[in-house]
């Protein structure tokens, strides 16, 4: 222990550790070692704080002894209580207990009691029940008198009596005595219904073997039956509305359906009335509606008479909207007039129909309002008609019509100006033209190298291909004349559009392969010549096959025309279906629609089949115009209300139906052009890009996908030729060829390593396809033959020059580009690339291509 921590201390820090739990804050105290010697005065220390803490409790203990002595007394009353309610708790559960023994003895006799009420109520109720199935047995046996006795309204009565009492048993109505009883019931009703039945059936008889209704008033079943109390007891059975419908069935089987259903030889049954009888007798080829609302008329009175009102009102509720639906589907609907000559009659029909539905409004019958709403809707079913009759007249002339061909001829006068392709001078121009090695001057080369202008120049000679202007609607130009701008990626593409076309506010903006466009203006150092244009009239001619349909389809518009003045007329206009009279207006959209829906299915047949589609839509279109303008020069002195004129009615539609008319014809002649050019392209796919044309047995393939394309096309116009008109064909052809040689040139550039046998190879492939100029051969008027190839296949040139490259030496190579047109057809790197195949690295080759890339960018 250190010295400097005394006994004491440490005693002290122990009795606080004792005491307090704490721990000594004197770091050497607590750190400090307790010897041997300092446990004596520790433990004196310890025994000082536990006798000062005896002497507490002792002090403490002697103040609080008074406490603690009533604590202790307190604590003994306390269980003295809790004993004495122990005591009281099991006297409680003892009295509980005898409680419950009396409570069950009480619930015992009370139950007793009440099974003894419950059985003296069951036998007072026994009792008035059996007093009540006393009294309906006495019911039913008066009822069973009393028809015995023929008082069958009494039986009714009494039945009724008998069902009312049942209702009144309760709980006792399905005891085995009240079902005997309700068996009984039920045998008695049974039997005054089938008497009821046999003087119902006496009183309105149908004889179905003899086509023979009778009705009486009365009639003798040892008493006389009255129909009226036979209508009264049936009513009170409440089966009067099941009587009225079987006898509706079987006089409408037995006479009504036999006088008004038509034959196939148009005969109906007629039918006579004598007295109380009515009966078919023999046929009649009278099935006029005339006098078949004669005969309804005679019917409905024989029914209202013969009849009393309990029976004939229900009936006519039954029979009168039979009677309409047969007269309507049978008479009246075939009765519709699909001409303006029987108006007058169809009038009067209505008339007698009206006068019919008075009749039976008169009798106070019901069912007629069918009759009345048909005569109402008079105008709007015969415009129905008129639209129905209307299709299926095409419907029956479209698959003879489109067999039967002709050829018409367009003719137009065209105001042309000097620079176009009609112009005499340019067409002489065109002539010098046409010798591709011929200069083509400084405007043409100023034109190629502005490829902004060039691209809409390109895409204008692909759509000349085509027949229609928006702007002007008949046109009939000549093409174009050659033009010299870079083919692009999506030279095919603008050929394309026709299959993309889908509505008709699309339709309105694209050309038609008929379309004129003008040559480009020839310019001089890139800028516009100065000399003002020479205008001339040319007429144009042209021919082309056509089929009935279109006309037909304007014969059609044209009598709708007719009708509609027919039924405005003094005579008519007052008439029953005239209001309708401009519905009729929308009968010509209708059968265009039509035509343009089947045209898939009568066209397919032929082998042409959509350029006969868009030669008819061409004719149809053009007639269509001229009628226009017909219907507006008529309507100037026409005496027709403006909004019943055609020009103010139909015109609008009829525009519309052109624009719509004109897609359509896009759409086909499209359609059939893709088809072509896929042909043609799978044609030249199965050279496979022509790499190794000169190795067996490739070669061969080779040579065959060149020749299958020539004979292709050649195929082509021969189906064509005698369809379409000169002008049409050769633009098509022109197309097709364009697109054969686009696919041949560039699988020639895609070539990286050309052989010199490969190149004389490709270069015989080359004059090959050349020869297809032989289908744009033309003769002037002096016997001269033209080629007008360059005219209508844009790459014309392009694959010349390629066939001039795959022969020449790179002098012929650098001579085509610097003194010749080759770079107005093919670019510098196109150029380069060839040159890049065709010969092997050398100086000459370098310097070749150097000189090409520089003088390019000049």
């Not at 009168?320 to 029987?342: E, H, Q």
């Not at 030279?491 to 008709?504: F, Q």
Request: aromatic share 6%; glycine share 4%.
């Amino acid at each position: 222990m250190s010295s400097k921590v005394s006994h004491k201390q440490l005693g002290d820090a122990i009795l606080q550790s004792a005491e307090h739990g704490s721990f000594p804050q004197d770091g050497d105290v607590a750190s400090a070692t307790v010897p041997s010697s300092a446990l004596p005065e520790l433990l004196e220390t310890v025994g000082k704080a536990r006798e000062e803490a005896r002497e507490e409790v002792r002090k403490v203990s002697r103040d609080a002894a008074s406490d603690v002595d009533g604590w202790i007394s307190q604590a003994r009353k306390l269980q003295d209580d809790i004993k004495r309610s122990q005591d009281t708790a099991k006297e409680i559960v003892q009295h509980a207990e005898e409680g419950k023994a009396n409570t069950a003895r009480v619930q015992d006799a009370a139950s007793k009691v009440g099974l003894l009420n419950t059985e003296i109520a069951y036998n007072e109720s026994l009792a008035r029940v059996i007093e009540q199935l006393r009294d309906i047995s006495t019911l039913l046996d008066s009822a069973q008198d009393a028809a015995v006795r023929g008082h069958v309204m009494y039986a009714i009565e009494r039945l009724e009596d008998v069902d009312g009492a049942f209702e009144s048993l309760g709980s006792f109505g399905s005891t085995r005595v009240v079902t005997v009883l309700k068996g009984k019931q039920a045998q008695m009703r049974k039997a005054i219904i089938e008497m009821l039945t046999d003087s119902w059936n006496g009183l309105l008889e149908v004889d179905a073997a003899n086509n023979k209704v009778s009705l009486r008033d009365t009639i003798e079943r040892g008493t006389t039956i009255e129909v009226n109390a036979v209508v009264e007891q049936l009513t009170k059975l409440g089966l009067l509305d099941k009587f009225v419908a079987h006898f509706n069935r079987d006089f409408d089987k037995t006479i009504l359906s036999r006088r008004l259903v038509i034959g196939q030889d148009q005969v109906v049954t007629a039918f006579e009335i004598q007295g109380d009888d009515i009966q078919l007798t023999r046929p009649v080829n009278d099935g006029s509606v005339k006098a078949t609302l004669e005969d309804i008329h005679k019917i409905a009175e024989f029914l209202s008479t013969r009849l009393p009102p309990a029976i004939a009102l229900p009936l006519s509720a039954k029979l009168v909207p039979t009677i309409a639906s047969r007269l309507i589907n049978d008479y009246l609907l075939p009765a519709v007039p699909t001409s303006t000559d029987r108006v007058h009659d169809f009038q009067e029909t209505l008339s007698y129909v009206l006068g019919l539905v008075e009749y039976l409004d008169e009798l106070g019958w019901t069912g007629q309002s069918q009759l009345t709403e048909w005569v109402d809707r008079s105008a709007q079913i015969w415009l129905a008609k008129q639209k129905e009759t209307a299709i299926a007249k095409v419907q029956k002339l479209f698959p003879k019509q489109v067999k039967a061909k002709k050829v018409v001829e367009k003719v137009e006068t065209q105001i042309i100006s000097k620079g176009d392709a009609l112009h005499p001078e340019q067409e002489a121009q065109d002539e010098q033209d046409n010798d591709w090695g011929a200069e083509w001057g400084d405007e043409e080369e100023s034109a190629k190298k502005d490829d902004s202008s060039a691209a809409p120049d390109v895409e204008e000679e692909d759509m000349s291909a085509w027949g229609m202007d928006e702007d002007e609607p008949v046109v009939d130009t000549k093409p174009e004349s050659k033009s010299h701008e870079k083919e692009t990626a999506n030279e095919e593409d603008a050929e394309d559009w026709g299959d993309d076309w889908g509505d008709d506010e699309d339709a309105k903006s694209a050309p038609s392969p008929q379309a004129h466009t003008k040559s480009p203006q020839r310019k001089t150092n890139g800028q516009p010549a100065q000399q003002p244009p020479t205008e001339q009239h040319v007429t144009l001619r042209e021919t082309y096959t056509v089929t009935a349909i279109p006309d037909s389809i304007i014969d059609i518009i044209l009598q709708v025309v007719t009708d509609v003045e027919t039924l405005n007329t003094p005579e008519l206009a007052k008439s029953a279906i005239s209001p309708a009279s401009g519905g009729l207006f929308d009968i010509p959209s209708l059968l265009l629609a039509m035509y343009r829906a089947t045209a898939s299915v009568h066209y397919s047949t032929d082998v042409a089949a959509n350029m006969l589609v868009y030669n008819d839509c061409e004719r149809l279109s053009d007639r269509l115009r001229i009628l226009i303008r017909e219907l507006a020069d008529k309507d100037r002195t026409s005496t027709l209300p403006r909004l019943l004129q055609p020009s103010t009615r139909l015109t609008p539609k009829l525009e519309a139906d052109i624009k719509t008319i004109d897609g359509f014809s896009r759409r086909a002649y499209g359609k059939e052009m893709e088809s072509q050019r896929q042909i043609i392209r799978d044609h030249l796919e199965d050279a496979q890009g022509f790499q190794g044309c000169t190795n067996v047995p490739f070669a061969t393939v080779c040579d065959d996908a060149i020749a299958t394309t020539i004979d292709r096309i050649s195929d082509v116009k021969r189906q064509w030729q005698n369809i379409v008109s000169q002008r049409v064909l050769v633009q098509s052809l022109g197309s097709l060829v364009s697109t054969a040689f686009t696919k041949f040139i560039n699988d020639v550039m895609d070539m990286s390593d050309i052989a010199e046998d490969e190149s004389r190879k490709l270069h015989s492939y080359c004059m090959s396809l050349a020869t297809l100029n032989q289908h744009f051969q033309t003769q002037d008027e002096s016997g001269e033959i033209r080629d007008t190839a360059s005219l209508y296949i844009q790459n014309w040139f392009r694959l010349q020059y390629l066939g001039e490259i795959l022969a020449g030496s790179l002098a012929d190579i650098k001579y085509l580009w610097n003194d010749s047109e080759l770079k107005l057809e093919m670019g510098a790197e196109e150029v380069v690339g060839l040159i890049e195949a065709l010969f092997a690295p050398s100086d000459l080759r370098r310097r070749a291509i150097a000189e090409i890339r520089r003088t390019s960018m000049q």
